[in-house]
């Protein structure tokens, strides 16, 4: 806490879309009906809930505003031929095939040309081995690794041990985890040079809550056959997404507290805000609320290196307001952030370049020098983060960013500029930043 006596605005973060859709996935795994309250009602969530009824799950929405969604599982993997369209959603290309191969039928999976373009190999591999059939696709950017289209054949799982390449992504495990308490031997996984941990332990918790077993020894995770048992669940505010409110709190000098997300969050992303504190705002996480009360850019420190290999999601945050510090900032681990939505390290560099910013790449790093933003129109690459992360500076600089694509934060936060501009009235945002 800084000593600034400051009112903080209250944020209005909408729900996380990992633990969204992971619920999604295990309420439909369950035997029974589970309601999951405060869903995140965005692309990436309507994809995963479109392609679970194609599945033959039921998922309606209860009350006004999509406040809650109910999901009636069947127990068991999905039991008729299905296309399945994944749209842009990662999760839901590594999520819903290793539980359509614990089904019966054959299923086809596909997606958008950027889905397409991001690997699947190892999670395809390991459902080969795991004895389902399964022909990948295209080619991901990662070097001839399989993505979209994918093809599996299904006729059950037994399960048994394997180990997995998670150096590209941790959604493959997760996905072949949560399928496991169908498999009829359960399943043993020996991951291998894994990146973004924190996603497993949220997917863990969360198959815990939905009555499986699970337990890890030596680095290799066990889970227990049996199935899950529908449970009642109410999804946090998304962190990722706080990360850019959070920023602005620092760059304008302002707090901005963010209720539902507190020390108990299930969600690593929350983490960025200790990336904040080194940069010199003040940072309180509550029991239930996270505070940033914000020195402005003025005050802004940089001349540290931070490993956000973990919390990848929000790299971008850092890096694009790290030219308003006073040293520069280097970020690394962030290798696997060039197979997201874009290569977000070069899509980064490019814009900050743009903007007449210095930024120095390595395969997996980034440094950012500091600099006075110039005019520039930010190329979004069709990729949420980079619209608002850019946003930010935007926001701290004014009259210096446009977006190309200001409507591709749809992805996770269709409101994204209203609410920027509802929490930062004086900014002028956001004409500033969509209109021009
Ligand atoms: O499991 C998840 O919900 C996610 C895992 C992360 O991906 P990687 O494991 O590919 O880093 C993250 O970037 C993504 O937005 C969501
Ligand atoms: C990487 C992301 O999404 P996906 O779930 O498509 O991997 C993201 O939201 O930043």
């Not at 289209?149 to 949560?178: C, F, H, K, N, W």
């Not at 440094?367 to 983060?385: E, F, K, L, S, Y």
């Not at 694509?405 to 749809?410: E, G, L, M, Q, R």
């Amino acid at each position: 806490m800084t000593g600034t006596v400051q009112e903080a605005a209250v944020a209005r973060i909408p729900g996380s879309k990992s633990i969204t859709n992971r619920a999604l996935l295990l309420a439909a795994a369950a035997r029974g009906a589970t309601v999951l309250r405060a869903p995140l009602v965005s692309e990436d969530t309507l994809a995963f809930r479109t392609a679970l009824t194609a599945l033959g799950i039921p998922v309606r929405t209860v009350g006004e505003d999509d406040a809650s969604w109910e999901i009636t599982g069947s127990g068991r993997g999905p039991r008729s031929d299905a296309r399945v369209w994944c749209a842009d959603a990662g999760t839901a290309a590594r999520f819903l095939p290793p539980f359509a191969a614990t089904g019966h039928g054959t299923f086809v999976f596909d997606g958008s040309g950027q889905l397409r373009a991001r690997p699947l190999a190892p999670l395809a591999e390991a459902l080969r081995r795991l004895g389902a059939g399964v022909e990948g696709g295209g080619e991901g950017r990662g070097d001839g690794e399989g993505g979209l289209p994918l093809t599996v054949r299904a006729e059950g799982l037994a399960g048994g041990r394997i180990a997995l390449d998670s150096s590209l992504s941790s959604q493959y495990l997760t996905g072949l985890l949560m399928a496991a308490p169908l498999m009829t031997e359960g399943l043993a996984v020996e991951a291998r040079a894994l990146v973004s941990r924190p996603y497993i332990d949220m997917t863990l918790a969360l198959m815990r809550h939905f009555g499986a077993e699970t337990t890890e020894r030596d680095g290799v995770i066990t889970v227990a056959p049996g199935g899950y048992r529908a449970a009642g669940l109410a999804v946090e505010p998304d962190a990722s997404t706080a990360s850019y409110v959070f920023a602005a709190a620092a760059v304008t000098g302002t707090a901005v507290t963010v209720p539902g997300l507190g020390r108990h969050s299930l969600q690593g992303d929350l983490r960025f805000v200790e990336a904040l504190r080194r940069a010199g705002a003040g940072v309180e996480i509550g029991e239930s609320a996270t505070t940033v009360t914000g020195t402005g850019s003025a005050g802004l420190r940089g001349g540290f290196t931070v490993d956000m290999g973990e919390i990848s999601d929000t790299f971008m945050t850092l890096a694009a307001i790290a030219p308003l510090a006073d040293a520069p900032v280097t970020i690394t681990g962030i290798a696997h952030a060039r197979l997201k939505e874009s290569d977000r390290i070069a899509a980064v560099a490019e814009n900050l370049r743009s903007c007449g910013i210095r930024a120095d790449e390595g395969p997996d790093r980034i440094t950012v020098h500091p600099g006075t933003p110039r005019p520039a129109r930010i190329t979004c690459r069709r990729d949420h983060r980079i619209a608002m992360a850019f946003s930010v500076l935007g926001l701290a600089a004014p009259g210096v960013i446009t977006l190309d694509d200001p409507a591709c934060v749809a992805k996770t936060f269709p409101g994204f500029h209203a609410e920027m501009a509802r929490l930062f009235p004086r900014s002028g945002y956001p004409e500033a930043l969509v209109a021009r």
